[in-house]
C-alpha cells in the first residue's frame, strides 16, 4: 500500500530523512519509533502529500506522489484518515458537527452524512457525547471524536501521530483498542509513537527511525532495539 | 461545484463578514470613495464632452472675402469648401445681410446705416460648420489658405479649453482612482487575510480530509466580492442623488448649460461602477489566497 524508496527530504539545509525505503502492506498495523526529530511526523507528511520528497519515490496505493499534480491531492487524501496528539478539533461545534464536517468539505450528500455521522460516532462509543462541544469531553473522547472524524469518510489508512501523547495510561490503552478495533476491519493502521509500554505490549510491525533512516524493521517487534 | 455546497459558502462568507466588523467597514468604505470618485470623473468628462459637443456644434467659422469676389468665384468656393469632408454646412452672408443682422443686434431703425454715411464696411462670407467641433482648427486654417479669402474667425478658444478641460479631468481622476483603488483592493486582501487567520484550523482541517482547493477559496472570494459590490452599490447610491439633484437644480438655474442626462447612459456607467467593486474585491481575496493557501 505504502513504499518509499530512498527518500530524501531537506528543509534549509537541514536533513530531515535520508533515504529511507519501508513497504508497508494494505491491512498492516505498523507503530513508527524514534527520538524527536529522526523524522517520523516528515515521513507521515509525505504519505499526505503535505511535503513533497527532495529526493526519492513514494507510492501510495500505486501511485507516485513525488510527481503528483497538485489537483491531484485531495484525491489521495481522502484515502487517508489523519489523527494528531492534539486532537485538532474545531472547538465551537459539536462533536456531531465536527465528525460532519470531513463529510461536508469533500461534498457528501446530507442524507448519506445524517446516516454515516451517527453511525461512526456510535462505533467509537460516542452517540450520548454527539451533541456537546470538544471542552465539555474528557481527553480521551476528544481523541475517539478525531479518530471518527479520520474514519468517517471510511479511509484505507490510518495514520495516527502521537495519538496517545496528551493522554493518560488507561485512555492511551482505550485509544489504542480504538486503533486495533479498527484495524481488524481491515484498515491500515501507522502510529507514530514514543508509548514504549503500549509498543512493547502489543508485538506488532515496528519500524524505527533514526537521523532520518529506518534503522530497524521487526515483525512482532519492540520499542527498543532487543539487546 | 455542485449547488448544494453554495449554502456553506454563502454561511461561511456572511459568518466571517460579522467577524471582521470594523474592517469590512473601511474596506467597503474605501472601495466606495474610489468607485465614487471614478464616477465622478467619468460623470465629469461625459458632461464636458457633452457641452464641448453642443457649443462647439453653434461655433460657426467665418471666412470673410476679399473685395470683388462675386458672382461666379464664390459659387466655386463653395464648392471648393464642401469638398473639404469635415464640413457640414456652409451658408453665404452677404455684406447687406452681414449689416441687417448688425442693425437687428444694436442699432435701432436706421441708426447705423446713417452713422455709416451710407455706405456698408463689411465684407461678404461664408459661414461653415464642421460636423466635430475639434475639426474647427483644421478646418479653419484650411480656408485661410483658400484664394479669395481674406480672413478667418472662429470661437475655437471655448471648445479647445473644453477639451483641454476633459483631458485633465481624465488624468487627475485616473491618478486619484488608481491609488484609492490599491487601498481598496490591500483593505480588502487585509480583511480576507484576518479571515483566513481566524478560520486557520478549519482550512488546515478541510485540507487533511482532502476538500478541493476551489472548495476552500470559494467562501473567501465571494467575502471579496461582498465587499466589493457593497463598496459600490454605496458609491453609486451617492452618485445617484447627488447627480440627479445636481442637474435639475442646473436645469432650473443655467438653462443654457445643456448636461448630459441620458438614464441609458448613467445605468451603464453604474453597471460599470458595480463590475469594478466586483473586479476589486476579486483581486484583493486572489492576493490574499497566493499569500496563505499555497498546497
Request: a neutral charge.
Amino acid at each position: 500500500m505504502i513504499q518509499f524508496f530512498n527518500v530524501s527530504k531537506i528543509y534549509n539545509g537541514v536533513r530531515a530523512l535520508a533515504g529511507a525505503t519501508l513497504q508497508i502492506e494494505r491491512g498492516e498495523f505498523v507503530f513508527l519509533v524514534g527520538p524527536s526529530g529522526a523524522g517520523k511526523t516528515t515521513l507521515l507528511k509525505m504519505i499526505l502529500r503535505e511535503e513533497a520528497p527532495t529526493r526519492g519515490q513514494i507510492y501510495v496505493s500505486g501511485r507516485s506522489i513525488a510527481r503528483m499534480k497538485h489537483g491531484e491531492i485531495p484525491a489521495l487524501r481522502r484515502q487517508i484518515g489523519m489523527v494528531f496528539q492534539d486532537f485538532r478539533l474545531l472547538p465551537e461545534r459539536t462533536a456531531y458537527e465536527n465528525v460532519a464536517f470531513a463529510m461536508q468539505v469533500i461534498g457528501s450528500r446530507p442524507a448519506e452524512i445524517r446516516r454515516r455521522v451517527p453511525e461512526v460516532l456510535g462505533q467509537m462509543g460516542l452517540a450520548e457525547a454527539a451533541d456537546m462541544l470538544p471542552r465539555q469531553l474528557s481527553g480521551g473522547q476528544q481523541q475517539r471524536v478525531a479518530i471518527a472524524r479520520a474514519l468517517v469518510n471510511k479511509p484505507a489508512l490510518l495514520i495516527a501521530d502521537e495519538p496517545t501523547g496528551n493522554l493518560d495510561r488507561n485512555t492511551a490503552w482505550e485509544i489504542i483498542n480504538c486503533l486495533q478495533e479498527i484495524n481488524s476491519q481491515g484498515t491500515t493502521v501507522i502510529m507514530a509513537t514514543h508509548a514504549r509500554e503500549i509498543v512493547d505490549a502489543l508485538r506488532q510491525r515496528v519500524i524505527a527511525l533514526e537521523n532520518g533512516r529506518v534503522v530497524r524493521d521487526e515483525h512482532q517487534g519492540a520499542y527498543a532495539n532487543a539487546t | 461545484m455542485p449547488p448544494k455546497t453554495w449554502g456553506y459558502i454563502l454561511q461561511e462568507s456572511i459568518r466571517s463578514l460579522k467577524r471582521n466588523g470594523w474592517l469590512n467597514f473601511a474596506a467597503a468604505g474605501t472601495t466606495a470613495v474610489s468607485l465614487f470618485i471614478l464616477g465622478v470623473a467619468i460623470l465629469l468628462v461625459i458632461n464636458t464632452n457633452f457641452i464641448a459637443g453642443s457649443w462647439g456644434s453653434n461655433v460657426e467659422i467665418m471666412a470673410y472675402l476679399n473685395d470683388g469676389v462675386t458672382g461666379d468665384a464664390v459659387t466655386a468656393l463653395r464648392t471648393q469648401i464642401l469638398t473639404i469632408p469635415e464640413v457640414k454646412d456652409v451658408r453665404f452672408i452677404s455684406k447687406d445681410e452681414a449689416l441687417a443682422g448688425l442693425e437687428q443686434q444694436f442699432g435701432q431703425n436706421g441708426q447705423l446705416q446713417e452713422s455709416l454715411g451710407g455706405s456698408n464696411p463689411l465684407p461678404d462670407a461664408f459661414e461653415v460648420k464642421t460636423t466635430d467641433p475639434r475639426d474647427v482648427d483644421g478646418v479653419a486654417s484650411l480656408l485661410g489658405l483658400m484664394p479669395g479669402v481674406s480672413q478667418v474667425s472662429y470661437g475655437q478658444g471655448v471648445v479647445d479649453k473644453l477639451l483641454e478641460l476633459t483631458y485633465w479631468i481624465r488624468l487627475v481622476g485616473l491618478a486619484i482612482v488608481g491609488l484609492l483603488g490599491l487601498c481598496a483592493i490591500f483593505l480588502i486582501a487585509t480583511t480576507i487575510r484576518l479571515t483566513m487567520y481566524a478560520r486557520r484550523r478549519e482550512i488546515g482541517i478541510m485540507k487533511m480530509v482532502g476538500a478541493t482547493d476551489w472548495y476552500v477559496r470559494w467562501p473567501f472570494l465571494l467575502e471579496g466580492v461582498i465587499l466589493g459590490t457593497t463598496g459600490a452599490l454605496l458609491a453609486i447610491a451617492i452618485l445617484y442623488f447627488s447627480y440627479s439633484t445636481l442637474t435639475s437644480k442646473i436645469m432650473e438655474t443655467l438653462p443654457f448649460l445643456p448636461l448630459m442626462n441620458s438614464s441609458l447612459v448613467l445605468l451603464q456607467l453604474f453597471a460599470g461602477l458595480l463590475a469594478t467593486g466586483a473586479g476589486l474585491g476579486i483581486v484583493g481575496s486572489l492576493i490574499s489566497m497566493h499569500s496563505y493557501l499555497q498546497t
